[in-house]
Nanobody, 116 residues
């Protein structure tokens, strides 16, 4: 069982990135998937989430309108499209999968750096 985040990188302010959260060993659409980030010296915070059962989405206020979460069940992958990136978005981004019965997986993060 593995959950892997990828797609991070270095972009200029105003740029875009697409993060991927790929699962192996289990089916992602049976889990609620969340994207979290942690900047240096700060606590981890939830950024976005897509629910397992009806694909309801949630966005942190500061990213709403700029980030979009989606899932491709055929590829067993959840994406986070990030547009109009700002320096404050700089962080390590990780994905988390939680099932309705509380099974919980974390993936290794991917670094996103936004230069001003």
């Amino acid at each position: 069982v593995q959950l892997q985040a990828s797609g991070g990188g270095l972009v200029q302010s105003g740029g875009s990135l697409r993060l991927s959260c790929a699962a192996s060993g289990f089916t992602l659409d049976q889990f609620t998937i969340g994207w979290f980030r942690q900047a240096p010296g700060k606590e981890r915070e939830g950024v976005s989430e897509i629910s397992c059962c009806d694909s309801t989405t949630y966005y942190k206020e500061s990213v709403r309108g700029r980030f979009t979460i989606s899932k491709d069940n055929a590829k067993n992958t959840v994406y986070l499209d990030m547009n109009n990136l700002k320096p404050d978005d700089t962080a390590v981004y990780s994905c988390n999968a939680v099932s309705p019965i509380g099974i919980n997986y974390w993936g290794k993060g991917t670094q996103v750096t936004v230069s001003s």
